[in-house]
């Protein structure tokens, strides 16, 4: 059975998440920046890639062998 308290923890979480939200909204979208030269190998990032994937740091490459790693230290 609900008490006081409970209703007291609810409208404080409600109002925290309203809060959040109001926060978030205000927030400008800005899209994260692209380098040009790809961080591993220092080649060019193709500018195809560089607007597919917004802040991508990585060559096609070098991105496939880091997820390769990834997949291979997460089993």
């Not at 109002?15 to 961080?39: G, W, Y």
């Not at 500018?47 to 802040?55: D, H, K, T």
């Amino acid at each position: 059975m609900a008490d006081i308290s409970d209703f007291a923890n609810d409208l404080v979480q409600e109002r925290l998440d309203q809060a959040l939200a109001a926060r978030n909204a205000n927030k400008p979208a800005v899209a994260p920046h692209s380098f040009m030269f790809c961080e591993g190998c220092e080649t060019p990032i193709p500018l195809g890639r560089r607007l597919a994937i917004p802040g991508c740091t990585q060559c096609v490459i070098c991105e496939t062998i880091d997820e390769a790693r990834k997949v291979r230290h997460d089993r």
